[in-house]
């Protein structure tokens, strides 16, 4: 059983999964490769970054982590299911993973979420309309299931790269903190 498994591989799930994994949680993150970033040919408001493709920085957080001990799969999770332990998710492919603590960092995708019971309504920090935010939830990515967190859009966050990091970051952090008892703080000398 891994301590915590990240659905969504793009921005935010990529962070929270560099976080948990370097603050020694055993982290799992399952991708289907669709973030939208890959649609971004020069992201130019990446504070501290001049200017990259949205494909080199998803690929980069990838690395990192990689390098921080992240597992990563390629696959679509199905269902999640909650038992006594924490959660297990099945993927379209049969494969079941289960960990005491689950990121949904799906960000368009909502159908798990909905299988999960969480009410959805319109993300109004989007013009469009047409994204989705989980209601009830806390901005912290807390929600009313124990041990499960959600990102970003869904958490009805604006939609910029470095928000979504951020967030992804902060909820890995607090996930450390929560399951090591210790505050959490990653300083590099
Ligand atoms: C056209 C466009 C231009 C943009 N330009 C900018 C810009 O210039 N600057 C900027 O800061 N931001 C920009 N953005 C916004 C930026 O792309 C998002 O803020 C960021 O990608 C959000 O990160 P995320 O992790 O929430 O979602 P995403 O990066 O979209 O990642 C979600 C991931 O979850 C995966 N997933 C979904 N469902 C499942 C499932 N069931 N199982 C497994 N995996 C699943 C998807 O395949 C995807 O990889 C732009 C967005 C678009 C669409």
Redesign the pocket.
Known sequence: MLDVLI???????GSAAIYTAQGGLSTAV????????K??SK????PGVKEIT?SELLENMKEQALASGAEWYE???ESIDQNEDGYSVIMTDGKELAAKYVVI?????TS?LEKLGFELAVNEKVPSGKIKRVLGMNQDGTTKLPNLYI???LAGLS??????AGH?ASIGISIVSKETGNTYMWHDK
């Not at 399952?30 to 970033?37: A, F, L």
């Not at 960092?105 to 995708?109: D, E, I, K, V």
């Open positions: 659905i969504g591989g793009g921005i935010s799930g399952i991708d289907s490769g669709k973030s939208q970033i649609q971004v992201l130019f408001n990446y949205g696959g679509t999770v960092a799906t960000n368009l995708q798990l990102t970003s859009l939609s910029q790269s470095v928000i979504a992804g």
